[in-house]
């Protein structure tokens, strides 16, 4: 029997022995008849485990539409063009495929026409969005799909009792939150493999929870509660949950593939494509799709060139910003939105389309972020008319598009909008030009959302022409992080927005630390703790901050470090270094103190991510409650501690047992061998038994030595002889 190997073996055994197979001419390559190597294709080996799907769609992809106007045959182009319009938003209508019957005598429409889509999702979708539409007050649209007919017409005219299945439960999607040890879990990617580890520091050590090889073809990712795992394919998207198995959920049919993004609720997925055009000039093709994750079902999809979505962003594939939707609203994934030429594009989630069914207008805006917890857009308008028209911040309630709050900024030469998590606070980083043109200084407009009529506060810093670095929030909490200087080892300043004087809240300075060798800041979840980071140039300093008492807990080094990563209870760091740098790949396990708890080492190490948890069910009043109360919450978790030390010596101990038996164990061995061997090495002594070291005789030998020789030279008188 053949070895199967799959496509992606082959790639990966390619890049090991450093073989480029986009070089290699596969059209010259010619096997015998018959006979493939047992090497799959993509298509053999998904066929493999998979039904083999009928490529015959039938009438799948053909609506029925009713109750439309009967017209002569003078106003038939214009009913279809008026269908045409309606349906060509929803999906393409195949060439050909829009069809309304006519009476034979009369030439006259009979009220109902056949669109043909060129998919069976694109049909349902406007099945869906256009069952009760009103063309006008006599005319409300009736809806169904073709083959729907069909099986109305095969329904018995005898009633019979449904058949009742026995209840088979499904997976555990939260099983992996009952942990007894309150562990979290992380996933990494290593060479061709995936796997799923909970984080055991207490045995100062990783745990294996699941292994896969070839589980993705390009990177994975949790979903933002930690339900699903997402791989990416050529073929789609898959998502993978349960309770140690990890066994599939869903599939998301989308080809070739490259990124995707969950809404904040984990009901839909975003997938993203480029296509690249058969016409050097024209622009990458883009196809977006909006999964509803449980289902499976396409709720909307956009098509257009790269340049239709260049707009904004962080740089993704082929020059496209990503992500493309920006989800609001918190995480009932009620709005998404994205930023175009002059517009931005709110939609719901209700429809998919966009809110009154028209775009945000604002001219020349440049960029925008939603609030975290709210349905309230931020948004940014640069200068125009060379400073004529000054620059502008506003505030959008959605969805009323209702302008909250607005702010004119002078000279500005860009700005940052950074949302607090809660949604309480937005800091807004404006740089602007002096006077002279020359030079650019930084200030903040701190917005303070939750308050009445949403008061703004204008912070710099006590050098405001000092660079600014980074900038962070401290989630869930009221003070906020900056980097700022313009030397090799900057300053970090922190604030409080929760001063008070005269009764009014006001932001404050708390401290600033001098000449750190920093350039990130990574707060823990939890707040209160901050670690301040030097990447890159810094090569991967580590410094642990108690913000509560302004002191250094710790410090430490990850060298070459790219990654840094809370757990998402704050209670443990990671550190990561991935294969942008060939040596030392691999991740290290910190405590939230900055204590090295365990270093892993993997060669081709690619990925590594927490699994996200959902929010507490605890109130706030009962979290303050147990932070008040730790210590006698705390009594029962030190003593599973203690418990867990006993048992690590426990085992430490039989594991030095275990050594030294071995070791017993093989000097027995040999001993016995030597006594086996007497009788021969008796025999090549002439019958002397060398063991016996009692009876041997010992000679003492004196032997003399020369040490030195001294020549003396004696001289004659040549004469007197």
Known sequence: MALAISMEAIDARARELGIDLDSVDVDSITLPPGEDFGILSDDEDLLQNEDIPELEMGFANIIVVDNLPVVP???????ENVLRKIYGQLGVIREGGLWMPTDPETKKTQGYCFIEFNTPQEAEFAMEKTRGYKLDKSHIFAVNMFDDFEKYMKVPDEWAPAE???????ENLLKWLTDDKARDQFVIRAGTFTEVYWNDARRAMPELVYQKQYWTDSYIQWSP?????????????????GDDKFVRL?????????????????????????????????????????????TGKVMREFKGSADDFTTG??????????????????????????LGKNVISVYDTETFALIDKKSLKVENVVDFSWSPTDPIISLFVPELGGGNQPARMSLVQIPGKEEIRQKNLFSVSDCKMYWQNNGEYLAVQVDRYTKTKKSIYTGFELFRIKERDIPIEVFELDNKNDKIIAFAWEPKGHRFAVIHGDGPK????????????????????????????????????????IVLAGMRGFNGQLEFFNVDELETMATGEHFMATDIMWDPTGRYLATAVTSVHEMENGFQIWSFNGKQIYKVLKD??????????????????????????LKRYS???????????????????KRRTRLQEVWEAWVAKWKQLHEDEGAFRMQLRGGEDSDKEEEAEYKEIEAEELVDVTEETVAFDLDQE
Not at 73 to 79: A, D, G, I, N, V
Not at 164 to 170: E, F, Q
């Open 313 to 338: 962003g962080n740089m993704g594939v082929s020059g496209v910003s990503w992500p493309i939707f920006r989800w609001g609203g918190g995480r009932d994934d009620k709005y998404f939105a994205r």
């Open 164 to 170: 009742i299945k026995p209840y088979t439960p499904g």
């Open 73 to 79: 045959p003078e106003k038939y182009e214009k009913l």
């Open 635 to 653: 009594k029962k978790y030190e003593q599973e501690d203690q418990d867990v030390h006993h048992l690590l010596d426990e085992e430490e101990r």
């Open 604 to 629: 081709q190490f690619y990925q590594f991510q927490w699994r996200p948890r959902p929010p507490s069910l605890l109130t706030p009043e009962k979290e303050e409650d147990i932070s008040k109360n």
């Open 225 to 241: 509660l930690g339900t699903h795992l997402a791989t990416v394919h050529r073929q789609g998207a898959q998502v993978w949950g």
């Open 250 to 294: 869903m599939r998301f049919l989308h080809p070739q593939l490259k990124l995707i993004d969950f809404s904040p609720g984990e009901k839909y997925l975003i997938t993203y494509s480029s296509h690249e055009p058969s016409n050097p000039i024209d622009t990458h093709r883009v196809v977006l799709n909006i999964f509803d994750v449980r």
């Open 490 to 529: 900057p300053d970090i300043s922190f604030y409080t927005m929760k001063a008070v004087n005269n009764n009014v809240s006001r932001v404050s300075k708390l401290t600033t630390l001098k000449g750190k060798q920093a350039n990130a800041l990574f707060w823990s979840p939890a707040g209160r703790f």
